[in-house]
């Protein structure tokens, strides 16, 4: 959805698939290179962009020892609990010029230089305030497998298929005169949804 929205940097994706895809001769199916396609930078910043704005997830902990922070003091046995929202959302550090933090925006995480080359994957300051898969000893332990699981899907989807959007519809249907936005209803659940649909008429490629 992001990715319609967003028709430049859907054809920086067309580009780097087709740099990992290619027809085999003898069986004519479709092969990726999966390892070259897991390090494009468009992708993974895609990748990276969608997770911070749509998984949010409530991480809860008890600590073990008294602690203070910013002068309050946090008592052994209690619950804490760190909302990914607040931290993937609210930060100044998201904030750009061009784009507001609610926003997609996968620019956040590429560095470009002055030549425009092709840009570089990066996830910069963004240790501590992203989490969209918990941390620490809790850290789980199928984001490689997911991660790899979401862009060859992504990657397969683009490579078979032409899209075409056709507008925006409220969840009952009926058209809707904008796009979709975070439904902050649901932060917290785990995946934000939006709170608006996208009408799509895809065409197998042959």
Known sequence: MNLLQRPDVFEEIK????????VDK???KLRLDVPA????PWLLA???????LR??????????????????I????????????????????WITEKYPVKEFYPERFLIFDEKGSTPKFSVGGAGGKMFPYGGGIHLCPGRHFAKQ????????????FDFEMLGYVKMDGTRSDRGPRLDEEFAGSGVMPPDRDMR???RKRR
Do not use: C, F
């Open 55 to 72: 998984v949010h997830i409530n991480i809860s902990r008890e600590i073990t020892q008294d602690i203070e922070i910013d002068g309050h």
């Open 74 to 93: 946090l008592k052994t046995g209690h619950i804490v609990v760190a909302s990914t929202y607040i931290g993937h959302t609210m930060d100044p550090s």
């Open 26 to 28: 003898d069986s004519n």
């Open 37 to 40: 396609l897991l390090v494009q």
């Open 46 to 52: 895609v990748y990276t962009e969608t997770l911070r």
């Open 200 to 202: 799509v008429r895809l």
């Open 15 to 22: 580009k780097e698939l087709s740099q990992v895809a290619n």
């Open 149 to 160: 699981e979401i862009m060859v899907a992504i990657a397969l989807m683009i490579l078979r």
